[in-house]
């Protein structure tokens, strides 16, 4: 259903092939390449990425950023990253499943080292790894170990240089959880 949800302005990006196929969208200031990078399994993706003997998350990640810099310096962009990670520093709240099957699942914040701007998916709290390095966490709770998060959003700017701010927007509580 990709193809179909992309008419509608959702894209899906949940290949490896895809990594370096952003969706381009322009503003003031010109063009904007936003790069999907989808959860990566070392034993799965090493062989599509081209480094076979590579066995961690860190490993596969970079493989895959260097794909993302070389693509965006080519086309001469800033660059959005959307990524399914854990990258350390951040905490989990307890309530996500671990992502790691045979190997060392975090990866370093400095993985996402020459884009504009990353944002994060897998951990359920909002937090800040680094000024470029986001998560939002999840609109919801999903467990009552999350009853007292802040839920939010990032609205990030981009000026003709990159990131030009980030500003934390709370979400309205919808269904508040209490433990009994």
């Known amino acids: 259903g990709a193809a179909f949800a992309a008419e509608g302005g959702l894209h899906l990006i949940s290949r490896v092939s895809q990594i370096d196929?952003?969706?381009?969208?322009?503003?003031?200031?010109?063009?904007?390449a936003f790069y999907g990078i989808p959860y990566l399994e070392p034993e799965i993706t090493r062989a599509d990425l081209g480094v076979?003997?590579?066995r961690s998350h860190a490993e596969i990640l970079g493989?895959?950023?260097?794909?993302?810099?070389?693509?965006?310096?080519?086309?001469?962009?800033?660059?959005?990253v959307l990524a399914h990670a854990f990258v350390v520093g951040a905490e989990a709240s307890g309530s996500e499943r671990s992502i790691s099957?045979?190997?060392?699942?975090?990866?370093?914040?400095?993985?996402?080292?020459?884009?504009?701007?990353?944002?994060?998916?897998?951990?359920?709290?909002?937090?800040?790894?680094a000024e470029h390095v986001r998560y939002s966490g999840s609109p919801l709770p999903y467990s009552f170990g999350?009853?007292?998060?802040?839920?939010?959003?990032?609205?990030?700017?981009l000026?003709?240089?990159?990131?030009?701010?980030?500003?934390?927007?709370?979400?309205?509580?919808?269904?508040?959880l209490s433990r009994l």
Do not use: I
Not at 149 to 157: G, M, S, T
Not at 160 to 172: S, W
């Open 52 to 54: 076979p003997e590579a």
């Open 21 to 32: 196929r952003p969706v381009l969208l322009d503003d003031a200031h010109g063009t904007v």
């Open 63 to 80: 493989a895959a950023m260097n794909r993302v810099r070389a693509d965006a310096r080519a086309r001469g962009v800033r660059a959005v």
């Open 159 to 176: 000026d003709a240089a990159g990131r030009a701010g980030v500003e934390r927007v709370d979400l309205p509580v919808v269904r508040g």
């Open 101 to 129: 099957v045979g190997g060392v699942e975090t990866v370093p914040a400095s993985a996402f080292d020459g884009v504009d701007y990353v944002a994060l998916g897998h951990l359920h709290s909002p937090q800040t790894v």
């Open 146 to 157: 999350e009853r007292t998060h802040r839920k939010a959003v990032w609205l990030v700017e």
